[in-house]
């Protein structure tokens, strides 16, 4: 009688883990999607500068754009998830994407940035529901043994996304539409050349929620509700990383919108697309190969300590990218996706650590900080376009000194 009993747990378990499959790839995809359209924004920043006769100042408000739209977002987006379901928050996700993507289509038309700006505002409200949504969900489709390792392995498809968005950016936007754009017929053709990599894009997402809505997807059990509670601000440590997450995704929004002009720059001859398939696409495979080296770093070296490590070089690299010149020059800045790859995930976690009924509430902060990405481009922008673009990247240089601090002093769990 027991082994009859035995098999037939074993069978349902199977059948547990097998319904999960589907779920877990479709919820996977969502990482590099987000990350996809996330790595395009450089492309983009480059491309409309002679598209519209704008400034590097007001091409990187494609930044702002962008993650004003996260700021903005996060919270409705929580409120939502919490009020219906996960699957309600990823199908309305990514029916904000499809449609920002193919507001790209009339806005290239009217040959408007503004309308372009508004599109891209849309797509990262679509993706502040997504990544609400994702990170969590990885972990209840599964073993909870094994939720962190699913979670990383989907993180992994994020960084894909990273290494394959300046490759298609290169083949698809800047192929045909380098040198001086001087007539309204050669500028509403580079215009247009968004128009086929969003609309796949847009084509992508709407196949990918209507799996979505066909498939069964296992809701969590409610958690507590998150409330405000001020006391909150009495842990150092937390107020802190609000600060330095602020200047660290303000840092590196403002790198990559940044990179595609600084080679350009520095190196006389190379094209938009060179630029952004070869060099690019170097910078943001050592940001994914940092990720797995920095994990690997941390089994022996305290993650604070690494945090402090990582800021310093980055630091370094800064002034090397300002006061060198040539490939040395360009080389540090690539060279900064390295040790920037860590920096969010880690803050984030010194950030919240020991504010025990208060963590939920802290996460909604630190993510918040990710407004820096709609504040600090531009002020690089306003630098590269009076000063010099070396000179630029003096703001994420006084970022990463901040990192350096926190990761020397600043995370101490002290309460004031």
Same mark, same amino acid.
């Given at each position: 009688m027991q082994l009859p009993t035995s098999n037939e747990n074993l069978s349902i378990q199977n059948k547990t883990q097998a319904a999960f499959t589907l779920p877990l790839i479709l919820v996977t995809s969502l990482f590099?999607? &987000?990350?996809?359209?996330?790595? $395009? =924004?450089?492309s983009l920043i480059a491309h409309f500068q002679p598209v519209f006769d704008i400034s590097r100042t007001q091409a990187l408000l494609v930044e702002t754009a962008f993650y004003f739209g996260y700021f903005t977002i996060a919270i409705p987006a929580g409120l939502f998830i919490e009020r219906f379901s996960y699957k309600s928050g990823i199908l309305l996700g990514l029916a904000l994407y499809a449609?920002?993507?193919?507001l790209?289509?009339?806005?290239? @038309?009217?040959?408007?940035?503004?309308?372009?700006?508004?599109?891209?505002?849309i797509i990262a409200s679509g993706l502040a529901f997504l990544e609400t949504a994702a990170n969590p969900y990885i972990t209840v489709l599964g073993k909870s043994e094994t939720a962190v390792q699913r979670l990383n392995f989907s993180q992994s498809f994020n960084g894909v996304a990273l290494v394959?968005?300046?490759?298609?950016?290169?083949?698809?936007?800047?192929?045909? =539409?380098?040198?001086?754009? +001087?007539?309204?017929?050669?500028?509403?053709?580079?215009? =247009?050349?968004?128009?086929?990599?969003?609309?796949? !894009?847009?084509?992508?997402?709407?196949?990918?929620?209507?799996?979505?809505?066909?498939?069964?997807?296992?809701?969590?059990?409610?958690?507590?509700?998150?409330?405000? *509670?001020?006391?909150?601000?009495?842990?150092k440590h937390f107020k802190y990383a609000i600060i330095v997450q602020?200047?660290?995704?303000?840092?590196?929004?403002?790198? &990559?919108?940044?990179?595609? @002009?600084?080679?350009? *720059?520095?190196?006389? %001859?190379?094209?938009?697309?060179?630029?952004?398939?070869?060099?690019?696409?170097?910078?943001?495979?050592?940001f994914v190969s940092g990720r797995f080296?920095?994990?690997?770093?941390? +089994?022996?070296?305290?993650?604070?300590?690494l945090l402090m490590v990582y800021g310093l070089a980055a630091s370094v690299l800064c002034?090397? %990218?300002?006061?060198?010149s040539g490939l040395l020059a360009v080389y540090s800045?690539?060279?900064? =996706? !390295?040790?920037?790859?860590?920096?969010?995930?880690?803050?984030?976690? !010194?950030?919240?650590? *020991?504010?025990?009924?208060? +963590?939920? $509430?802290?996460?909604?902060?630190?993510?918040?900080?990710?407004?820096?990405?709609?504040?600090?481009?531009?002020?690089?922008?306003?630098i590269a376009d009076h000063v010099g673009i070396q000179q630029s990247f003096v703001i994420p240089c006084i970022c990463f000194i901040a990192v350096m601090l926190y990761g020397w002093k600043g995370y101490q769990t002290i309460k004031s």
């Open positions: 590099f999607l &987000w990350g996809l359209a996330n790595i $395009l =924004n450089s449609i920002g993507a193919l790209f289509i009339p806005a290239a @038309n009217q040959l408007q940035f503004g309308f372009f700006l508004v599109a891209l505002y394959v968005g300046p490759w298609l950016a290169g083949q698809f936007i800047f192929a045909g =539409n380098e040198g001086a754009l +001087t007539s309204l017929e050669e500028k509403q053709a580079a215009a =247009n050349a968004v128009i086929f990599p969003y609309t796949l !894009l847009a084509i992508t997402v709407l196949c990918v929620a209507a799996l979505f809505s066909f498939t069964k997807m296992p809701e969590p059990t409610k958690g507590k509700k998150i409330k405000f *509670d001020k006391s909150i601000f009495n842990h602020l200047l660290y995704v303000g840092a590196q929004a403002g790198i &990559w919108g940044i990179t595609i @002009n600084y080679v350009i *720059d520095l190196i006389p %001859g190379t094209t938009r697309e060179v630029a952004s398939k070869s060099f690019m696409v170097i910078g943001t495979f050592l080296l920095g994990t690997w770093l941390m +089994t022996f070296i305290k993650d604070h300590k002034l090397s %990218g300002i006061f060198t800045v690539l060279g900064l =996706n !390295l040790f920037m790859s860590i920096m969010f995930p880690t803050i984030f976690a !010194l950030g919240v650590q *020991d504010l025990g009924d208060n +963590t939920k $509430l802290g996460s909604s902060f630190v993510i918040m900080s990710i407004v820096g990405g709609a504040i600090l481009p531009p002020l690089m922008g306003l």
